[in-house]
């Protein structure tokens, strides 16, 4: 029981950083219908930019780790968007008309890039981060087995909360967010009733990007060893998640996210970790077998 | 038109810097007292200056004259070159400049080739989008590395059984994935190819786990074999032939080989895009609400693709074990599927021709520059994109209907 529930408290922690990254994957495949290849690198970027701007607020700013990190945040959030609006404008962009299949290899092709950038860059070793925060709740103590929430894990909790009523506020209550749904449901319509349909679309590749830059940054103070190629596996698994929830649906996408990361702890936990991969594509086929358009995804009429 | 060049360019500048500022300005160092910052600025002035200078000329260059638009009927060019293409490539190994590096690379480049040509059947043709090509490759090289391992078949046997263990994985897979559209199948696909690799890397006793299979049996050529010296009671290739014994000789042979692999390859994918099933594929492609209400099913018409696809790819596969002697899951990542499916959309999907010029361009030309090695990958991927901007349905992309009423305009 002690058990069951220290993999359900890491398993809904990791669920929420995958389900950050899922939304972005799959608010872009509503608005335009291409799957971001890149999305797992920005992911990856904001990692990166996130350590980096740690380690700057540290050394510049003191000691006080809470300020260094609601820097970090902010940081990392405004540089990993740049990063995420300048693929949109210039690899995705000229091809929005172009055949289904152009903008995802122009993607694929944008992954390799930042990939080898980044190992360029930054060197291709790990690079490790000691822990930030101490300490946390003993939350059971049965026999030899203790539950333990740590402050951390309260953090990523928290914040993903918070990101996700504010993300959700600004979809369903704000002139962006009315006109992002429009967008969404018929482009055309959509610029023919005044909507700048660019600037809507390079909306939803920042707010994707912030939301996997704070994803990053959560990643490199949970585990604290980050390297070039962590965006590659994540993004698939975040896209994964995006998928079993029904690509397109915000909500299903941080359920997706949450379900991705319940099965992997569990998985770990009780059976084995080197097929932990294996258990979520596993998971993943059985559930478009027999729900094609995921957990809460629309069914997808076809009309002629 | 100056000031407002000038004023572009600056923005450019700009942004190109505060992206480069995190990333390039300041480095991660090691040290004793665990990560610090390095910081070298220099770096970041210089990408801004670059992307001022490089947007300035876009903006005040004419644009570039545009891309000649390749003449209605190319039918009989095409067939032209692609015979011209068969005869240099039969010839390659024998012209003067040919050395022993230049038939290898151009092994490699053929392999794609023959890859790009099984998963065109499955993209191209029958417009399913399959991310995880290179599970089907895996399984035909470990197909017959453990085949010739364990039971001591000779290539000739195993290359197809290895195909049909492919097509019997690809069966295997689409049977239950091929009822789902597009985007859904192409995560599937991509997450089977990871599931493979993740098996072969994990499961020790069978595959050998990270460390691979090695000293992998190389082919021979009607039981004569390419070694300095034959098993008892055989003959080598060279003492048949009364020639001194060169280790190019295997070289050229495995070159001769793949080469009719993969023209077989082509040959195939010609002859059947005329039968039913073939014309089925591309009417599933380009309508498959027409399809189902003409009467074609499309799960058993998208299966038949994905096996064939599966079984080119297994035949390579075992090839490529052959050729290297050696494999390990290192071999079989998602970047090998990108590739491959890369040069197929490069080449302008469903273009046999086509594919040929991207593999040259993706596999060929990074060949030459390896020792670049740490700038091989970037450029690689930038131009994927710049491919993909310049001509986003492909190098080739035009293609004649395979079949129409009445004569052609």
Not at chain 1, 15 to 42: D, P, Q, R, S
Not at chain 1, 64 to 91: D, K, N, Q
Not at chain 2, 55 to 61: D, P
Not at chain 2, 124 to 142: M, T
Request: glycine letters at 12%; aromatic letters at 12%; hydrophobic letters at 55%.
């Amino acid at each position: 029981m002690e058990y069951f529930l220290q993999q359900l408290i890491n398993g809904l922690t990791l669920g929420a950083i995958y389900g950050l990254i899922a939304i972005g994957y799959t608010m872009v495949y509503g608005i335009i219908g291409m799957i971001n290849f890149a999305h797992g690198e920005i992911y990856m970027l904001g990692a990166f930019i996130s350590l980096i701007a740690f380690l700057a607020a540290t050394t510049i700013g003191g000691s006080s780790v809470p300020i260094a990190l609601v820097i970090t945040l902010f940081a990392t959030m405004i540089f990993t968007s740049l990063w995420g609006w300048t693929v949109e404008r210039i690899a995705y962009r000229p091809l929005r008309s172009a055949p289904r299949l152009a903008p995802l290899i122009s993607a694929i092709g944008v992954s390799i890039v930042l990939q080898n950038f980044s190992q360029l860059a930054q060197g291709a070793r790990v690079k490790p981060l000691p822990p930030v925060f101490h300490g946390g709740v003993t939350l059971m103590e049965g026999g030899d087995f203790t539950v333990s929430l740590n402050w951390l894990q309260i953090v990523i909790m928290a914040l993903t909360l918070v990101l996700m009523l504010g993300f959700t506020w600004l979809i369903t209550r704000t002139a962006l967010g009315r006109a992002q749904r429009a967008t969404e449901q018929d482009r055309t319509m959509a610029a023919l009733l005044g909507i700048d349909v660019d600037r809507i679309v390079s909306a939803t590749f920042v707010m994707g990007a912030v939301l996997a830059s704070v994803a990053g940054l959560m990643v490199t103070l949970y585990y604290g060893v980050i390297d070039f190629y962590i965006g590659f596996l994540a993004g698939i698994k975040a896209f994964t998640a995006a998928v079993l929830g029904g690509i397109g649906s915000l909500p299903g996408a941080m359920l997706g996210g949450l379900l991705i990361g319940l099965i992997e702890a569990f998985w770990s936990g009780y059976f084995s970790i080197e097929y932990k991969d294996v258990a979520t594509f596993g998971i993943l086929v059985m559930v478009l077998l027999f729900r094609p358009t995921g957990l809460l995804g629309r069914p997808d009429v076809e009309k002629i | 038109m100056l000031p407002a060049a000038l004023r572009d360019a600056a923005l450019a500048a700009l942004v190109a810097g505060a992206l480069a500022l995190p990333m390039l300005g300041f480095r991660l160092v090691d040290s004793a007292s665990g990560l610090t910052l390095a910081g070298r600025f220099d770096l970041v002035a210089w990408a801004a200056g670059l992307v001022f200078c490089g947007r300035l000329l876009i903006r005040l260059l004419p644009p570039l004259p545009a891309f000649p638009a390749l003449p209605a009927r190319l039918g009989d060019l095409r067939l032209k070159a692609g015979w011209a293409m068969a005869a240099i490539a039969l010839i390659l190994p024998f012209l003067p400049f040919a050395d022993r590096n230049l038939v290898d690379k151009a092994t490699m480049v053929l392999i794609y080739v023959m890859l790009g040509w099984g998963l065109n059947i499955v993209v191209g043709l029958a417009g399913l989008l399959d991310l995880g090509f290179v599970a089907f490759y895996a399984v035909g090289a470990y197909s017959y590395a453990l085949l010739s391992q364990t039971f001591g078949l000779s290539f000739w046997v195993c290359l197809p059984l290895a195909g049909v263990l492919s097509a019997g994985f690809g069966l295997a897979l689409g049977f239950p994935v091929l009822r789902l559209r597009g985007d859904y199948l192409a995560i599937v696909t991509l997450g089977f190819g990871e599931i493979i690799r993740v098996i072969l890397q994990n499961w020790q006793d069978v595959t050998g786990g990270p460390n691979g299979i090695s000293g992998i049996e190389r082919p021979s050529l009607f039981g004569l074999s390419f070694k300095a010296a034959a098993p008892e009671g055989r003959q080598t290739f060279a003492e048949f032939f009364g020639l001194d014994y060169s280790a190019d000789h295997r070289v050229i042979f495995l070159y001769f080989l793949i080469l009719a692999l993969a023209l077989a390859t082509n040959l195939f994918t010609l002859r059947i895009r005329r039968l039913p099933v073939g014309r089925a594929w591309e009417a599933l492609r380009d309508d498959e609400i027409a399809c189902r209400s003409l009467g074609i099913n499309p799960t058993t018409v998208k299966l038949s693709a994905f096996a064939l696809g599966a079984m080119f790819a297994g035949f390579a596969g075992s090839f490529f074990a052959t050729r290297q002697g050696f494999i390990s899951p290192e071999s079989f990542t998602f970047i090998e599927s990108a590739v491959i499916l890369a040069i197929v959309v490069l080449g302008g999907m469903g273009s046999q021709i086509g594919i040929v010029l991207a593999a040259l361009l993706l596999v060929g030309l990074p060949e030459w520059f390896r020792e670049l090695q740490q700038y091989r990958m970037l450029a690689f991927g930038g131009a994927m994109v710049l491919i993909m901007l310049w001509k986003p349905s492909g190098l080739l992309s035009h293609r004649e209907p395979t079949i129409r009423l009445g004569n052609a305009p």
